[in-house]
């Protein structure tokens, strides 16, 4: 994050404090995008906070920076980390992408076998989904859960949701599957080690030929080599019998050759 003097962290019943201007600020920003996101009271918010599902921003002197929440769904079947909003003096300073990340991890730890989704309109936001590994998707892909999508009622553009038969919206519905990442992390793995080990095969049918070629001109030198040594025998042990007999300077000049091959 830009700024080192924002805190972002769990929020503690210590934050209820924030829970009124969480709200209007979520409410406002809405009214400002005039895209609507669905409207949450003072208590809701501080109720997320009791049980230990929000995360907040501040600066290390206190002033409130930014805020989102887990709510669970279809029995705990589904995660959304919604009502994220920040202070609009804290813009651009890299807080949404933080509060995101930490509020993802703390959805994973929680619920790390529900799979995470969000409904947005905010281009920023869909990036930042999609380097946590969100995946586009469409409205089917999300819960049944009638309560989830009773929260939708709050919002300006209910009416298209129900023209659609909750089938589209403004809104881009993005998901992330525990499933379906262990499953790419498992296949990534095994290709890996596939690659590994073809690698490995690859070099030692390499090093046999390699080695199979040596061993084929070492057999050629060792015929050479005895070639030369039966030469040399019979040089020498003629030059032997010579000496025997009497040979004279010339002969050791000869053998002096000899040696010196």
């Known amino acids: 994050m830009e700024n080192q003097h924002i805190i972002v962290r769990v929020a503690t019943v210590a934050d209820k404090h924030y829970a009124q201007i969480i709200t209007d600020e979520m409410e406002s920003s809405a009214k400002a995008r005039g895209t609507g996101i ?57 807080v949404a992408k933080s509060i995101k990340h930490k509020i993802f991890e703390l959805s994973r730890k929680k619920y790390p076998h529900a799979k995470i989704f969000g409904l947005t309109t905010g281009l920023a936001v869909m990036k930042i989904n999609s380097e946590l590994g969100y995946e586009p998707v469409t409205y089917s892909e999300l819960t049944d859960d009638e309560e989830f999508w009773k929260g939708c009622q709050s919002c300006v553009n209910f009416d298209i949701l129900t023209a659609k038969n909750r089938k589209n919206c403004i809104c881009t519905a993005m998901l992330y599957d525990p499933e379906e990442k262990a499953r790419e992390a498992a296949e990534k793995e095994a290709l890996e080690k596939q690659v590994v080990a073809d690698k490995a095969k690859m070099i030692k049918t390499v090093r046999s030929a390699s080695g199979l070629r040596k061993k084929r001109k070492f057999k050629g030198n060792i015929k050479l080599f005895e070639r030369w040594m039966r030469f040399k025998k019979y040089v020498l042990l003629k030059q032997n019998r010579k000496e025997q007999n009497g040979g004279g300077a010339g002969s050791n000049k000869k053998r002096f050759f000899l040696f010196s091959l």
Request: with cysteine; charged share 25%.
């Open 38 to 94: 669905a409207k949450r009271s003072p208590d809701y918010v501080e109720k997320k906070m009791d049980e230990g599902k929000a995360v907040i921003a501040t600066t290390q002197e206190g002033d409130w920076v930014g805020f989102c929440y887990i709510e669970a769904w279809g029995h705990e079947k589904f995660v959304a980390n919604s009502g994220l909003i920040v202070n609009p003096a804290f813009r651009g300073h890299g």
